[in-house]
Every structure is written in structure tokens, then in C-alpha cells.
């Protein structure tokens, strides 16, 4: 029984080294198949990740420089060589820096372009100025530019479109507490 039992065991690992020339036969041909294949993919993606960090690099690199520029010209709005790198760097950031210092413009970033006209209706007290700002629904002073329409139209004795505007405001907004109050102070009016 021994005998048999170790030629059993002979066959067993006769036949798993036989498998495993097998699969390294199969790779060694897939490889040979597809060899260029698999060394431009490898490329490919070690290129990829190459290409990401620089990428990466350059825009922090870019973010640093605006930054810098931008606040060089806090201190100094007059420095030349400051605006001309940070209107390449980032021109986002250069509109609002031309929003901070000359407040005639109307800067066309996101939130700064409705915060410019909402001051220039308040400044103004217009309120037709004011309508065309609250009717944006993003806007995010919507409420407070409703409540301040509201104090305008009761500075100016127009005291059914004040109650009419105060209704606008929403009941959950923070505005809310103050927009009671003067529709309080309206109910005499």
C-alpha cells in the first residue's frame, strides 16, 4: 500500500507541475501576443499620472502667485507688475479686487455682481432697483434687500406697498423678527 500511495502522490505533484508549466506557457504566449499592447498601456497610464501631478503642481504654483499678487495689491493698488500677474493667474480674482477699488463697476463674479447692484439700489434708496434684484431667486440677500424695499416705501409714505412687500418675506428667513416689527409699525399707517 505504501508503494501505491506514494506513486499516487508522485502523479498528484507531477500533474500540478504539469498545470503550472502550463499557465506559465499560457502567460509567456499572451505575452508575446499582446507584448506592445501591454508595455503602451502601462505608458499610457504612468504618462497619466505623470501629466496629473504636474498638472496639480502648476495650478498650486499658479494659486500661490495670485495670491501673493492679490495681496501685494491690497497694500498697494498702484503696483503694475502685481495686476498683470494676477489678471493671467486668475482673472476671477482680479474682477473682484476691480469691484473693491472702484465700486462704479459692476463686476460680473458670481454673488459680487448682485452685492454691486443691491448696494447701488440702497445708495440710491430706488426701488425699482431693488425689484430687479429680488426677483433673482439665487440671490442671497434677497430677504434683507425685500425688508430694506419695505423701509423705503415707508420713508415715502407708501405704506399699502410696504405691507404688500413685507408679505414677500419668507417666515423662516432670519430677516423675519424684523420684517414683524415693521408690519407692526405699519398696522397704524
Known amino acids: 500500500m505504501s508503494l501505491k500511495e506514494d506513486v499516487n502522490y508522485?502523479?498528484?505533484?507531477?500533474?500540478?507541475?504539469?498545470?503550472?508549466?502550463?499557465?506559465?506557457?499560457k502567460i509567456e504566449k499572451t505575452?508575446?501576443?499582446?507584448?506592445?499592447?501591454?508595455?503602451?498601456?502601462?505608458?499610457?497610464?504612468?504618462?497619466?499620472?505623470?501629466?496629473?501631478y504636474i498638472s496639480d503642481y502648476f495650478t498650486e504654483?499658479?494659486?500661490?502667485?495670485?495670491?501673493?499678487?492679490?495681496?501685494?495689491?491690497?497694500?498697494?493698488?498702484?503696483d503694475k507688475e502685481a495686476?498683470?500677474?494676477?489678471?493671467?493667474?486668475?482673472?476671477?480674482?482680479?474682477?473682484i479686487l476691480q469691484y473693491k477699488t472702484d465700486d462704479t463697476k459692476v463686476v460680473e463674479v458670481e454673488f459680487f455682481k448682485d452685492?454691486?447692484?443691491?448696494?447701488?439700489?440702497?445708495?440710491?434708496?430706488?426701488?425699482?432697483?431693488?425689484?430687479?434684484?429680488?426677483?433673482?431667486?439665487?440671490?442671497?440677500?434677497?430677504?434683507?434687500?425685500?425688508?430694506n424695499k419695505a423701509l423705503i416705501q415707508a420713508k415715502s409714505s407708501k405704506y399699502s406697498d410696504a405691507k404688500e412687500t413685507l408679505k414677500l418675506i419668507n417666515t423662516q428667513s432670519p430677516v423675519a423678527p424684523m420684517a414683524k416689527m415693521l408690519s407692526h409699525f405699519l398696522l397704524t399707517k
Do not use: C, H
Open 61 to 78: 504654483q499658479n494659486k500661490i502667485q495670485a495670491n501673493t499678487a492679490f495681496n501685494t495689491l491690497l497694500k498697494n493698488p498702484n
Open 10 to 25: 508522485i502523479k498528484k505533484e507531477i500533474s500540478a507541475e504539469e498545470s503550472y508549466m502550463e499557465s506559465v506557457f
Open 83 to 95: 495686476k498683470a500677474i494676477l489678471e493671467v493667474k486668475n482673472p476671477e480674482l482680479y474682477k
Open 115 to 147: 452685492l454691486a447692484l443691491y448696494t447701488k439700489a440702497m445708495e440710491k434708496e430706488n426701488v425699482d432697483e431693488l425689484n430687479t434684484v429680488t426677483l433673482d431667486q439665487n440671490f442671497i440677500l434677497k430677504d434683507f434687500a425685500l425688508f
Open 31 to 52: 505575452w508575446k501576443r499582446y507584448k506592445t499592447s501591454i508595455i503602451g498601456l502601462v505608458a499610457v497610464i504612468i504618462i497619466a499620472i505623470i501629466g496629473l
